[in-house]
Structure formats: C-alpha cells, structure tokens
C-alpha cells in the first residue's frame, strides 16, 4: 500500500543567477507520444493525462489510441489558467515483455504541458511529458533494483529499436521466448503507435538505441525502497542523450526521510571523465562508467554534483517505515542546471482542494538579491530561504493550490526548474518541468532573426536564454541557437 496520508504536490525549483543558456529543452509542444507501463494489483482503475497551457489562444486538444482502439478518440479545449484532465482506459497499460499497441498519441493546436498519472490501488506514480521536439533516438534507462521496467513509444513506421542489456549478473530479459542477459543486445522492429514493454530486475544503464526518434519510459512496477511498510509503482519520462548535463542540484522531497541517488554515464567504457559531489572529500569522486552507483543522503541534505562528461541522475526517495515518514517510494530524474528556464506554465494532479494539499520548495541562487523576483500567477513570492552546502544555492517553501499556474521570475538571468511530488492514501507521483519559450525554432541549429520582439514582455523572444534584455536597448539581437 501506499503512503496514508493525504495528497500532496510539492513543486521544487531551482535558480541559477547568470548563466546563459545556449542549448535548452522544453515539455511544452504540440504533439507528445506517450504510454503507461505496467502496475500492480490491475484494479481496473484508468489513467489520467493532465494538460494545461500558457497561450492566450484556447489550446484544441485531441488524444487517439491509432492502433489500440481505433474508436478511441477525446477532445478538450485548454485555455491559460485551465487544468483539464483526460481519462485513459485501464487496458491501455502496457504488460509483460512484449511489442503492443499502447501508444497514446496528443495533437494540440497550441503548446500544452502534459503530463501522465497511472494510478492503481495503493499503486501509482506520474511522469512529465516530452514532446516530439524533445524526443532523440538514443537513451539509458533507470530502475530500482527489482521489477525494473522499460517502455519504448515508437513515432515512426519501420523503427528498429536495438536493446542493450548492462551485463548486470543474473539480470535477464526474456522477449519473444529468448532470454538475453548479460551484455546481450537484440533488436525488434516497430510501426507507429507500438510499443515495446520490457520487464526484469534492475534494468539500469540498458542502452536503447533506435533509427527514429521515439519516446521512453523506465522505472518498476512496484517496489520497496528500504522502508517495509509500503511500495509503489514508479515511472519517469527519460531525456535522450544530447538532453544529458554536467551539473545538477538535488535534494529530497519535502515529508521524505531519506532520498538514494544513482548516475549513469553514456559510455561503457570507464575513465571517460569523473563525478563530482559538492561537501565530500574526495574520495566521493569516481570514474565515470556505463554501470551506475548509488549513495544515501538524509532529507534535509542538499547537494550539488557535477561530472567532466554528460550524466544522468536520478533520485529514489525511501518507502514509508513509520508513522513519521509520509511519504512512499518515488523517482526523480533529475534535469540539468542548463536546462533551467525563468518562466513555466504548469498544473499540479489534483483539481480540489478535497483531492490534495500543495507545496512548492524554492531553490534561489542569491536571498538577499532575488527572493523578491519571483511570481506566481502575477503575485510575489517572499521566502526564507537555506544555502545548499558549498553553493550558491538556497532552498525555501510555500504552499501551492491545486490547478494550473504560472510562475516566473523578474530577474530575466534568474533561471529555476520545477518538481512537482505528491502522496495521497493510494498513491505518490513525481514529475518535473522545463520550459523554453514557444517562439523559439524547433529546428536543429537554426538561426532565429527576433521578431514581433516586446520590451518588457516576459518572453526569450530570440531563444538566447535571456529574457527581456532589450528592456535596456529596445532590441533584441541575432543568435544562434542549438535547439533540441
């Protein structure tokens, strides 16, 4: 079962003061291919996408189940300010290890934010959505060490999705009668709208690779996380590899107890570069391979880590062992300082206030010089805030309502990322959101020209990280970006 105590959202976001951000990627699109991987019990209970948007013009939205169920087909309409929420049938869920059909595919006429809640009794977790802009063709999953899940969404016909197992010892796949273990790649072909589920024990560091873009999903159906009163199922969205970073900040979510974290490099080859963990000695540094490590930390511990080569990190809070601990199994994927962004449009799971309570934990790159830039919804956000150890980094709190906001920063170089996490009676979720702006080009390493530019507006009108920094000079200049 899952933690007993009510909903909860907490949003996190972190700031950094100055940094330019030159490469960015973003949750926000008009088209998302989506899935929902395996839970327990199999309550018949549905899933939920949640969609809200930050564009004046009222987002047209069409969910299609193409290959699952060709009568499957739902509108709404999402306006500024909206949280609307669709409801997914129970026997779209992916199962076993297998190629389906439980492609969920979301086309908008505006830019949306999506996300996915997969829910069963005393079983659920939530994932952010990735549109097809951000999506790439090569990734690395992480799991827990058991009832470790993968979950591959092809965009393309003709897709050959190669999988490349770890050679973790004992760990095994089996696929079409076939069981692969140890550094075993196989490859399945795929249509559009198939997916791929694949089950075992711990599936991280497995390479998937494809010839197409697609989406990915990892985590475990359900598990334990040291504490023995309860376990949950587990689920995040995976970034592919040119989405990877160098430097993160982390931290568990507020009511957690304890929080493990686990790396994974590109490469499987060691000696490929070194990690770095702000406040250990350094003898907390360590080469860099293509299996992963993990390390415990306290709630309130907060750390910055940095690596020479690109990293993935992910966070697993620890399950419920007391009554002082609400809060059950979850993951986070962690996104990169790079990645951060001064404006999000967002909206927590939960429409009432009878369905969960909200928090959102701040984190800030300077107290005294921007605690007042925040806002949200167009109202300032004062906060005490703490320095994360050998940072400059501070953390704060506040309540958040449930439903959709905005929340951004007037300091135009002061940068943050959100996670949002929550409890309830039968369930816990984690998602997180990045944001760039919806002017910006999609294309790759295309040289955006300022148009329509607004002093004063809020908004990147030139994707070059900034925003607003025509406010001085009435213009804003030519960039070139590299975009995902």
Not at 34 to 46: H, P, Q
Not at 221 to 249: M, N
Request: proline share 4%; charged share 20%; aromatic share 10%.
């Amino acid at each position: 079962m899952a933690s007993r105590a009510c909903w909860s959202i907490y949003l996190t976001i972190v700031m950094s003061i100055g940094s330019k951000v030159i490469a960015s990627f973003s949750n926000e699109g008009t088209e998302f291919y989506v899935g929902f991987m395996d839970n327990d019990y199999g309550d018949g209970r549905d899933m939920y996408l949640y969609m809200t948007t930050g564009s004046n013009t009222p987002a047209e939205v069409t969910v299609t189940a193409p290959k699952q169920d060709a009568n499957f087909r739902k509108t709404a309409q999402v306006a500024r300010g909206q949280s609307v929420r669709v409801s997914i049938p129970a026997n779209f869920k992916a199962t076993g290890s297998q190629v389906e059909n439980k492609c969920i595919h979301v086309m908008s006429t505006q830019p949306i934010s999506l996300y996915g809640l997969n829910q069963e009794q005393g079983s659920g977790d939530a994932f952010t959505a990735i549109p097809v802009t951000g999506l790439g063709s090569r990734y690395s999953a992480i799991t827990w060490s058991n009832q470790g899940q993968i979950l591959v969404v092809s965009t393309q016909d003709r897709t050959e999705v190669t999988i490349k197992l770890p050679g973790r010892r004992g760990n095994t796949v089996t696929f079409n009668g076939v069981t692969h273990t140890n550094y075993a790649e196989f490859t399945v072909t795929m249509s559009r709208y198939q997916t791929l589920h694949l089950q075992s024990d711990d599936l991280t560091a497995t390479q998937i690779v494809a010839n197409s873009a697609i989406a990915v999903f990892s985590g475990s159906k359900k598990v334990h996380i040291e504490g023995t009163l309860t376990s949950d199922h587990l689920v995040q969205q995976l970034t592919p590899y040119d989405a990877w970073g160098k430097e993160f900040i982390i931290s568990a979510p507020p009511n957690s107890q304890k929080y493990k974290r686990k790396i994974v490099s590109q490469d499987r080859h060691p000696n490929i570069g070194r990690v770095y963990i702000s406040g250990e000695a350094a003898s907390g540094t360590f080469v860099t391979e293509f299996y992963t490590f993990v390390r415990d930390y306290n709630n309130d511990v907060l750390k910055r880590v940095w690596s020479d080569s690109p990293i993935q990190v992910a966070l697993f809070t620890q399950s419920m062992d007391s009554s002082t601990n609400m809060i059950d199994a979850s993951m986070i994927i962690v996104p990169p300082v790079y990645q951060y962004r001064s404006r999000y449009t967002f909206t927590t799971l939960g429409q009432t206030t009878a369905e969960m309570s909200s928090h959102m934990t701040i984190y800030v790159a300077s107290d005294t010089i921007n605690a007042g830039t925040l806002r949200m919804d167009g109202q300032p956000l004062p906060l005490p805030f703490t320095r994360v150890a050998s940072t400059n980094y501070y953390v704060g709190s506040m309540p958040v309502s449930p439903g959709a906001h905005e929340i951004y920063s007037t300091d135009p170089l002061a940068n943050f990322y959100s996670l949002i996490s929550g409890f309830h009676a039968s369930t816990n979720g984690n998602y997180y959101v990045t944001y760039r702006d919806v002017t910006c080009r999609d294309e790759r390493s295309q040289k955006y020209i300022g148009k329509k530019i607004v002093a004063g507006n809020q908004v990147d009108e030139d994707c070059d990280g900034r925003v607003d920094e025509e406010i001085k000079n009435n213009i804003d200049g030519k960039f070139h970006v590299l975009l995902r």
